[in-house]
């Protein structure tokens, strides 16, 4: 059973980085043609791709974040990371991290963790 | 302003059909990207819910089917239950962004 588990502040302070790890148990990150992605969701709102990362460490990024985000992949603990830089106060969200499968579609997915921007 | 557009909600009766639409553009849906659907009751992740436009993942009942034409992809839910209330969002890849694509999500009451 794949399983994937967020991790890490759900405090960041204006202008600092927000930092999450995804860790991904069931599911070698190295088999080749996978991919990993990072979504966000602000409270009450829709859905909102941050990017995708293959196991070679290959990123694709939402355009309208591609400034501030940084995607890496680390195959020895089979998890994947995010680095938001200079975030604000609409960066407050639920982050989630999935699993790219058939079609482009997210057929695992995290529990999410609600990241607050607030001093 | 999410690139996919569903309608905020729609509500049916138990057992009643509903449909939730999803329309795209020539760079996502009407390039020939498939349409994915997903099932998110509140406090909890997202579920696929249909992939490739039409297929449903193991475990999904059959009241839940996809299609696509063109442009625009529908969910459809027949046999409405109590239990379907929740929020459904559709996604697609988008040929200009390189990457996923949402729908702002559909609010589905079952009266």
């Known amino acids: 059973q794949v399983q994937l588990q967020e991790s890490g502040p759900g405090l960041v302070k204006p202008s600092d980085t927000l930092s999450l790890t995804c860790a991904v148990s069931?599911?070698?990150?190295?088999?080749?043609?996978?991919?990993w992605g990072w979504i966000r969701q602000p409270p009450g709102k829709g859905l909102e791709w941050i990017g995708y990362?293959?196991?070679?460490?290959?990123?694709y990024y939402n355009p309208s974040l591609m400034s501030r985000v940084t995607m890496t992949v680390d195959t020895s603990k089979n998890q994947f990371s995010l680095n938001l830089l200079s975030v604000t106060a609409v960066d407050t969200a639920v982050y989630y991290c999935?699993?790219?499968?058939?079609?482009?579609?997210?057929?695992?997915w995290g529990q999410g963790t609600l990241v607050a921007v607030s001093s | 302003q999410s690139v996919l557009t569903q309608p905020p909600s729609v509500s049916g009766a138990p057992g009643q059909r509903v449909t939730i639409s999803c329309t795209g553009s020539s760079s996502n849906l009407g390039a020939g990207h498939d349409a994915h659907w997903y099932q998110q009751f509140p406090g909890t992740a997202p579920k696929l819910l249909i992939y490739?436009?039409?297929i449903r993942p193991s475990g999904v009942p059959d009241r839940f089917s996809g299609s696509k034409s063109g442009t625009s992809a529908s969910l459809a839910i027949t046999g409405l239950q109590a239990a379907d209330e929740a929020d459904y969002f559709c996604q697609s890849y988008d040929t200009g962004l390189s990457g996923a694509v949402f729908g702002g999500g559909t609010k589905l009451t079952v009266l």
């Open positions: 999935a699993k790219r499968g058939s079609g482009g579609s997210l057929d695992y």
């Open positions: 490739r436009s039409n």
């Open positions: 069931g599911y070698s990150i190295s088999t080749t043609n996978s991919w």
């Open positions: 990362i293959n196991y070679s460490g290959t990123t």
